[in-house]
């Protein structure tokens, strides 16, 4: 694989909103296969999904955008490659929509979950485990969605681990079975995270959700010998990536907004690095800034 095919990057257009539409806006975007134009400039992505009209037939649904990334997050999990997505965006823009969706218009979470257990029934290998855990990072500090919010719990310390991956020291990992489990873990995790949100004063979309998926396959490959591959799935809903209005950012609402920043280029470091490094190790000590 070459070192560019390392690192895709596509962007999505959602329809104005409500308030948008009343208020007289049109969109100062426009797509044209996978460019981008803004005025007289142009953009080149990997990928454009546009979402800007519903009614169209070219419209970019929950179900398309799904059959666009399927091969790279679970054929490519299947096969034992580590694999992380990352919605990016401002507040509003549709990240959450993106990744998580709403009752009936399932995002890239469920669909990724339902998709990867049919695949697993078909492939029939001799053993499959699939174990999720799901953390937040609110101010650099990574919390625990599936246990329940405590004032005086610790962060959770991040250890490098060059076989695996970063490793989260304490964090909850749950075996689950369907993608009906993963609803319910779902659930549970934006239950503990209203809690703690309320409990912490913070403003929406001011933390990182990270849903991390394990996967281990064990197959007979003769007799008596077994083969076992593992990945890991990154699905990561990112913090609103806007710059607070000067005169809005005080106090707490500039810390956050300053911790956002950091992570943001911490992630932009690690993505140099995948594009431009051979290694496909990026050591932790090279991301910390
Ligand atoms: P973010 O997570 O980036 O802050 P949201 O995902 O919460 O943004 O989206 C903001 C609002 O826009 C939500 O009400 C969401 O349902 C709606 N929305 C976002 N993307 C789309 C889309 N592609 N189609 C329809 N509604 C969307
Ligand atoms: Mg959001």
Redesign the pocket.
Known sequence: MAASDNVRVCV?L??L?QKEADAGASAVVTMRGDTVRLGDQAFAFDHCFD?SD?GSAAHASQASIWETLEPSLVASAIDGFNVSLF?Y??????????MFG?RGDRGVVPRFCSSLFEKLARASPAKTTVAVSMLEIYNERLRDLLVPYARDAPPLRLRDAPRSGAVVEGAKIVEIGSEADLLSLMRLGSRNRTVAATAMNEKS?RAHTVVTVRLGIESDAAPDEKHRRSSTVHLV?LA?SERNQRTEASGQRLKESSHINKSLSALSNVISALTTESSTHVPLSLIHI
């Open positions: 999505r959602r329809p909103s979402s519903p919605a965006g401002q507040t509003g823009s549709g990240k959450s929509f993106t709403d979309s809903d609103g």
